[in-house]
């Protein structure tokens, strides 16, 4: 219907070639998740689509001791750094353990993508601290399109100006400035 009116609207010389752009956020409804909640979510959902026998596999390398079946966090003393570091290191393992059951295999899609979604997550907050044992931490970093969700992915943090953000997408309108007659619009991240 959009492309209707609008080549309508030109065959009658109603849009010229000038256009104004403006953009404004889109506010997105999903919880925004940290980076614990984000490794255990994302290997949550693999095993969830895995059939009985992958999960089987994968559910053989966790050496955490979670089950992953919970979607609160893990009850630790959180005031207790070595605790949290310890917490981090343990599920970023699990992840790569599950990563690495991946690799190679022919994948159903709905498979890749949810291990596709795990090594991003993996991949954008941990670095390892080679001089330290090997252990995996956080980075002190943001990384650049950073997953915010694992419910909606494609959502990001976003800013309309730099001191209002926002979570979710934003969305651009064209507009021809003569008759107001919107020519083109467009959603991306935030």
Do not use: N
Request: glycine share 12%; proline share 3%; with cysteine.
């Amino acid at each position: 219907l959009f492309r209707v009116v609008l080549q309508a609207a030109s065959s009658a010389g109603l849009v010229g070639a000038r256009r104004v752009l403006d953009s404004t956020p889109l506010y997105d409804a999903v919880a925004t998740m940290d980076t614990i909640t984000l490794i255990r979510s994302a290997i949550r959902g693999l095993l969830r689509v895995a059939g009985d026998e992958l999960e089987a596999e994968l559910r053989g390398v966790l050496g955490s001791g979670d089950d992953y079946a919970s979607l609160a966090k893990p009850g630790i003393d959180w005031d207790d750094q070595a605790g949290r570091e310890q917490l981090i290191d343990s599920r970023a393992r699990d992840g790569f353990a599950c990563l690495t059951v991946l690799e190679g295999r022919g994948l159903d899609p709905v498979v890749s993508e949810a291990g596709q979604l795990l090594a991003t997550v993996l991949g954008q907050d941990l670095e390892c601290d080679e001089a330290g044992g090997g252990v995996f931490r956080i980075a002190r970093r943001v990384a650049k399109d950073r997953v915010i969700s694992t419910v909606d992915p494609q959502a990001r943090h976003g800013h309309k100006t730099s001191a209002r953000g926002f979570d979710g997408y934003k969305g651009h309108v064209a507009i021809d400035p003569d008759t107001e007659v919107i020519t083109d619009t467009a959603v991306t991240a935030g």
